[in-house]
């Protein structure tokens, strides 16, 4: 409480001081002339404010969020040999977000003896699916190809595929990533369809992705989906956690940070986080000092 | 400190990246002839990947294969559609691209509108339905009142059949306020994002590329 | 010809695909199952078709020497080049070890992630910029989005971690999501669900056409 306090009562003095100088003319014309300022120099902060917490990092405090322990808690519930569907939805663009989620979840999903299915939605996605199911599943947990897991890799289509799969997922998706018909692959003589899918692991950056899975197939084919995602498309998927659609969510690096520290990982995205903070300090100052050049401004144009 | 080695295979792709990477940065200081190379390499490349990729992951093995082993020679159709859409090229033909657009039109007119009908309105209204008062929980009740209010009031906000006036202009003012918080959380999450993939750059370029830091 | 049997082929298979949800027959099932398969096929080749256009238009440039020709010519032998070891490395390009993942690295990954990573700069410009608390609703759109911002983030949790439990950053930037965020974008959901329905069934109905109408250039 006092932390508190001492918070608002340093918020009140600055305020406070702020609007003091503001009537002295000589600051409020220093704050008119900073609506001049060359973008540049913002784009210089912003580069000087990543690159530091990036090579001294301060270690700040995670602590999971309740929609991402969901998110862990469904995959803690799988069983051994249990069937799970991972739709990388996703390309490189998105990579710094999603693909620590990727990798985390793939970790969580080998230690339960876990087989998994995975596939893309998104053309760029089959060689960031394939780096994953190498890293993790292949060199860490020595998951055997065809038998423990399977990357069936991009088909064309958005919710066509989806409803396809629906129906019969070797006959959407004929052969795997690397051409094999998928009758050669034990694994997929156990999967007709999605209702033989115990999860679908979605991570998603847009469309088609989280927001098509559970349009067309959760409630279709009673299909349990827990979505990791962009933090761009995170707000619209909190609709879906509140009616259950969606059994867990993890929003952008921030999300994936929270998972990787569940999983107990130090990746990409939890030393990410430092330069995370920072850059948006320096945002919300953008957003107040820009506010108070433009009252400065408009208090020097009333006089 | 390990920079990569770029007389590596892997290594000079690494240097490759990263000096397009930097290429791409110099925007920010003004358009240049190298931001230009790099961002014309860039469609170009993505244009064939994505030809590559749809022929080897979809057309290949959706059609062609099928059709030629004759395993299900009905496929020929999709495939005759599909080449149909370069009667655009064609103007006096180009009419017979429609056919090929009539399939992709109908196919998802239909398949959204069930989606959308079952996965966004039914479930989202179902979802709505939320006790206004749950005993021995007043948080929640005043969380539950919040929310059927914020709802109501929004789509009362988007219903322009009736003009916005009394109780109604009262009414879609709550909802603009709501939908005011709403992007500004968009917003928030937006900016979360945005900074992320510049971090994703930044590991790229001390990791992989200058060797300074492990991430 | 032109233009009806077109518009009948929409209304034919989109009524297909709506029986499909509703009708589990093998009557509609079965041609449902078959516009699924065949329009994963058609979209393939849309694809493609842009990458055509993509050569017709920049191709007409470096033939005339227009505007910037030369870079045409990188983005044309940058595509020819893709497409060409896409192909000669078969069905197994993707492999990690072929030419065309080290393109995808080197080139294609690099690039669009620094192309999507350049907003984080013109987001901080922006802010400072263009972001100006004028009225009630800006204010309340500023409030959500700083409490968001540094809610979502470590610093949120090291500067409230010893606050009064409900209060503190995080749980605050939770709320907001969970409620007045959640029902608003709630209604927008539900708002452009009836009109994504209402689309829908224009084009299936045959009212929304415009496709059927032209093709231009």
């Known amino acids: ?168 997922i070797p006959g959407t998706f004929a052969s795997d990533f690397r051409g094999t018909p998928v009758t050669q692959l034990p694994l997929m003589n156990k999967v007709t369809n999605l209702s033989s899918v115990k999860l679908l692991v979605n991570i998603s ?13 959760s409630r279709r084919f009673n299909l349990k989906i ?51 903070s920072s850059v948006h300090l320096l945002i919300m100052l953008c957003i107040l000092m820009g506010n108070l050049a433009h009252w400065a401004a408009r208090r020097q144009g009333e006089r | 400190m390990h920079i990569a080695n770029p007389l590596s295979f892997d290594g000079l792709g690494v240097w490759i990246a990263a000096l397009l990477t930097l290429f791409i940065f110099s925007f920010l200081y003004k358009d240049n002839p190298f931001y230009k190379l790099a961002e014309h390499l860039f469609v170009g490349i993505s244009a064939g990947y994505y030809v590559a990729q749809e022929w080897w992951a979809v057309i290949y093995p959706q059609c062609v294969k099928p059709v030629m082993n004759g395993s299900r020679p009905i496929m020929i159709i999709p495939g005759i559609l599909g080449l149909l859409l370069f009667s655009r090229f064609v103007p006096k033909a180009g009419w017979l691209s429609r056919w090929s657009l009539a399939i992709i039109i109908g196919a998802y007119a239909g398949i959204k509108t069930t989606g959308f009908a079952q996965g966004d309105l039914v479930e989202q209204f179902h979802a709505s339905l939320l006790p206004l008062w749950v005993p021995g929980h007043i948080g929640v009740s005043i969380d539950n009142i919040l929310f059927i209010a914020g709802i109501i009031s929004t789509l009362v906000f988007f219903f322009f059949s009736t003009e916005h006036k009394g109780a109604i202009k009262n009414a879609a003012q709550l909802g603009v306020w709501f939908l005011m918080i709403s992007f500004g959380a968009a917003y928030g999450f937006t900016v979360m994002a945005r900074v992320s993939l510049l971090i994703g750059r930044f590991q790229f370029l001390l990791d992989p590329w200058l060797g300074v830091a492990r991430f | 010809m032109q233009r009806q049997v077109p518009l009948l082929l929409t209304a034919a298979i989109g009524l297909v695909m709506l029986l499909y949800f509703f009708v589990p027959n093998p009557i509609i099932s079965g041609p449902g199952h078959f516009f699924e398969d065949a329009v994963i096929i058609v979209v393939a080749f849309a694809i493609v078709l842009g990458a055509a256009n993509l050569l017709q238009f920049n191709g007409e440039i470096i033939v005339r020497r227009g505007k910037d020709w030369p870079y045409k010519a990188v983005l044309l032998l940058s595509m020819f080049a893709m497409i060409g070891i896409g192909l000669v490395e078969g069905e197994h390009y993707l492999d990690p070890e072929t030419k065309f993942s080290w393109m995808y690295n080197t080139f294609y990954a690099s690039m669009q992630a620094t192309m999507f990573a350049l907003l984080a700069f013109y987001i901080a410009s922006a802010a400072f910029r263009a972001f100006r608390i004028r009225n009630v609703e800006a204010a309340l759109l500023a409030i959500a989005a700083l409490f968001v911002m540094i809610g979502r983030v470590p610093i949120g949790l090291a500067i409230s971690k010893n606050w009064p439990n409900g209060v503190q950053l995080p749980q605050i930037s939770d709320w907001i999501m969970e409620n007045p965020q959640n029902s608003a974008k709630r209604a927008i959901l539900m708002g452009a669900a009836l009109g994504v329905m209402s689309t829908g069934l224009r084009i299936i109905m045959g009212i929304e056409g415009s496709f059927s109408r032209g093709e231009g250039r």
């Open chain 1, 1 to 168: 409480m006092a932390s508190l306090i001492v918070f608002l009562v340093v918020l009140a003095v600055v305020a406070g001081i702020l609007a003091f100088l503001l009537r002295v003319p000589a600051v409020a014309a220093w704050f008119a002339r900073l609506r001049g300022l060359d973008r540049r120099w913002i784009f210089v902060a912003v580069w000087v404010l990543v690159m530091i917490p990036l090579l001294f990092p301060l270690k700040l405090p995670i602590a999971p969020t309740a929609r991402a322990v969901e998110y862990y808690e469904e995959i803690e519930k799988l069983k051994p040999g249990d069937i799970v569907l991972l739709s990388a939805d996703y390309d490189p663009a998105s990579g710094p977000e999603l693909g620590p989620m990727l990798r985390s979840s793939l970790t969580q999903l080998c230690r339960h003896k876990v087989k998994i299915v995975g596939d893309c939605l998104w053309p760029g996605g089959p060689p960031l699916l394939e780096q994953g199911f190498n890293q993790v599943a292949r060199d860490q947990f020595h998951y055997q190809y065809g038998v423990d897991y399977v990357n069936l890799g991009f088909k064309e289509g958005r919710e066509a595929v989806i409803l396809a799969m629906g129906n019969s």
């Open chain 1, 205 to 217: 950056a847009g469309y088609p992705g989280t927001k098509e899975w559970v349009q067309q197939a």
């Open chain 1, 226 to 276: 827990i979505s990791g995602c962009t933090a761009v498309s995170a707000p619209e998927y909190y609709a879906y956690l509140q009616s259950n659609q969606l059994l867990g969510l993890l929003g952008g690096m921030a999300g994936a940070a929270e998972y990787e520290k569940m999983t107990g990982i130090t990746g990409s995205a939890t030393k990410g986080m430092d330069a995370q």
